[in-house]
């Protein structure tokens, strides 16, 4: 940085100066805000982290256990009981998605018209 004839450096616009003899330049304000930014910003993104991490799901021996969320999701959105839930969710080794996705396929009918059996 260049400096100005007394030898010291120039500081940016003063914004404010207080009757205490307080003044706060506005270089040093802008960066302070900005560093705040950053720092709402990275805690936002490690809260998101977090909740991510923890939506994934660890292939447990058996499939033995679901998360209580998941099954309550399940039943919310798909409308079924919670033991069909708990089934869908052990089938697919706790993923979410794939239990979803086996809940929305359609179930074969049976013919009702010629009174024959289930579809294949």
Excluded: H, W
């Excluded at 616009?13 to 207080?18: I, P, W």
């Amino acid at each position: 940085m260049a400096s100005s004839s007394t030898g010291r450096i120039p500081q940016g616009e003063v914004v404010v100066e207080f009757g205490d003899g307080g003044t706060y330049i506005k270089n040093k304000m802008e960066n302070a805000v900005m560093e705040i930014e950053k720092r709402r910003i990275q805690r936002e993104e490690g809260i998101k982290a977090q909740k991510a991490l923890e939506s994934l799901e660890v292939s447990k021996p058996n499939g033995a256990e679901v998360k209580s969320s998941d099954v309550d999701y399940l039943i919310s959105q798909m409308s079924c009981t919670k033991q069909t839930a708990e089934e869908a969710l052990k089938a697919s080794k706790g993923n979410l998605v794939q239990a979803v996705m086996s809940l929305a396929e359609p179930k074969p009918r049976a013919r009702s018209v010629d009174g024959g059996g289930e579809l294949e």
